[in-house]
């Protein structure tokens, strides 16, 4: 199966160059926990590729080194091309001139690239933007993060994704969804100016040092949904079950992650994905019992259920549906868990 997704990606690489233009977007780093980040949106729905589940195509994250975005007419032999040069070590600067000297067709003018690096606890960005590519275009690079965009409404939606950006307090993570909320206006990809809202898709994802890629500690995706459907809407509520406080930042830690004090359970979904029902295991005191709650990609609660005493708990294709889905357990106390799984 993985390679007949290398093949439709190479089939359909003409298609990728004209659509995946993600209008807005952020790469960053924290470099006091080593975290980094990425977030974005666009007109286009996220999901390019059998299996890519969304921004995976044009995003990709370094654990512990940084984070390239390639957008606007996007080439995948250009983001992998970026990406064996962040693993080489190269410096941002370094990782975009090469690009522009060796785009995979030979044309820089309509891509746009933002790098993010993090070297023994300091940051650097770069950013570039063709002249080719749809107006409004522009990126703003900062110390610690690489903003750009195209096909924007104008100027203001990077400046309120900047300011946000900067003036959030909270971990890495909170100022990425500050970033977005920035930008969530009628029209900041002009092409969804008709339907109402700001974006068809999003994206947000945010990993420790120690993370194995794509195993992110936060990795959140919110596909095309209805029209009139607002994404940053969508991704605030999935951001607010995965990481509900500010005030309780995520702690990177060398034997993984820990969200906060209320994170104390270890909980593991197999199979994941699956066709048919996944059991969720809890490695936790179920004594009393818990609250288990199922949220669809849109934020939406689609299950809630009261167990006792059960250390595993079977979740149906028949009461979710299909889909990707998000999962919080939890006791009396607040104790418990978070996780992903998927449905076919």
Not at 235 to 258: D, E, R, Y
């Amino acid at each position: 199966m993985k390679n007949i997704q290398i093949s439709l990606l190479f089939i359909l690489m003409p298609l990728f160059s004209v659509l995946a233009q993600h209008t807005f977007s952020i790469c960053a780093v924290d470099t006091l926990t080593g975290e980094v980040g990425v977030a974005g949106a666009s007109c286009v729905d996220n999901i390019m590729a059998p299996g890519s589940n969304g921004a995976v195509i044009i995003s990709s994250i370094h654990p512990g080194k940084g984070a390239i975005h390639t957008q606007a007419a996007y080439l995948p032999a250009n983001q992998t091309y970026g990406d064996t040069l962040m693993n080489r070590g190269y410096t941002c600067r370094q990782i975009i001139d090469s690009l522009l000297r060796h785009d995979a067709q030979g044309d820089t003018t309509q891509r746009q690239y933002g790098v993010v690096e993090i070297k023994s606890g300091h940051a650097t960005s770069f950013g570039y933007t063709g002249p080719s590519c749809p107006t409004y275009k522009n990126q703003i690079s900062g110390k610690n993060f690489s903003i750009q965009g195209n096909t924007l409404l104008g100027a203001k939606i990077l400046d309120s994704m900047e300011a946000r950006f900067i003036r959030t307090n909270g971990d890495l993570a909170c100022k990425l969804m500050a970033a977005m909320q920035g930008a969530k206006v009628v029209g900041a990809d002009s092409r969804c100016a008709p339907s109402g809202n700001s974006s068809l898709s999003s994206f947000l994802r945010v990993a420790c040092p120690q993370d194995i890629s794509p195993h992110y500690t936060l990795n959140l995706v919110v596909p095309e949904g209805p029209y009139g459907f607002e994404p940053i809407d969508s991704l605030q509520k999935l951001f607010n079950i995965a990481h509900p406080s500010c005030a309780s930042p995520i702690v990177c830690s060398a034997t993984g992650w820990m969200q906060n004090e209320n994170d104390v359970w270890k909980s593991d979904v197999f199979p994941n994905p699956s066709g048919q029902h996944v059991t969720i295991r809890i490695a936790g005191d179920a004594e009393g019992g818990y609250t288990l709650e199922v949220f669809s990609v849109e934020g939406k609660l689609v299950l809630k259920k009261q167990t006792k005493n059960r250390q595993e708990l079977v979740i149906s294709k028949q009461e979710v549906g299909s889909g990707i889905f998000f999962y919080k357990i939890s006791n009396a106390a607040g104790k418990g868990s978070k996780g992903k799984f998927e449905i076919l």
